[in-house]
């Protein structure tokens, strides 16, 4: 510490890095919302219908 620097308390640095790194997140969904990007897990899916799983026959009592 310099001698002119005010005694006191300093925020610890993980404080600032987190915040720096929501405002970071905050900032860029932003901008993809604004520009209309789609995201989410329906973005993986292919766009033909959904696939029904097959139906087996289960036997009953041997």
Known sequence: MSPRAEPGHRRPRWVTVTLAAAVF???LLAVLWALGVEHGPGRH???SAPQ???VLPVPVGR
């Open 52 to 54: 029904a799983a097959p």
């Open 25 to 27: 997140l905050v900032l």
């Open 45 to 47: 899916l292919s766009s």
